[in-house]
């Protein structure tokens, strides 16, 4: 039985808002500090839509968030 998860971009985008809005990372670090948050099993389904999806482990997590929405304070 295979018990990967798909990731596709927008889970993806999903779980780095979520890491950003909880403070375990930040905007500014590489999408790269996703991998400790990621099944081990996981990482690769998961590198290989990043790069689908263009995207480099290099590239900032604020790159995967570019559709964030801000409010009025």
């Known amino acids: 039985m295979d018990t990967a998860v798909r990731y596709?971009?927008?889970?993806?985008?999903?779980?780095?808002?979520?890491?950003v809005n909880k403070g375990?990372?930040?905007?500014?670090?590489?999408?790269?500090?996703l991998?400790?948050?990621?099944?081990?099993?996981?990482?690769?389904?998961f590198e290989i839509e990043l790069e689908k999806n263009e995207f480099l482990l290099r590239d900032r997590i604020i790159d995967l968030l570019s559709s964030e929405t801000w409010e009025d304070d």
Request: net charge neutral; aromatic share 10%; hydrophobic share 35%.
């Open 35 to 45: 991998c400790r948050y990621i099944p081990h099993r996981d990482w690769l389904l």
């Open 8 to 19: 596709d971009i927008g889970v993806i985008k999903e779980e780095a808002r979520q890491l």
């Open 24 to 33: 375990l990372i930040d905007r500014q670090q590489p999408i790269y500090s």
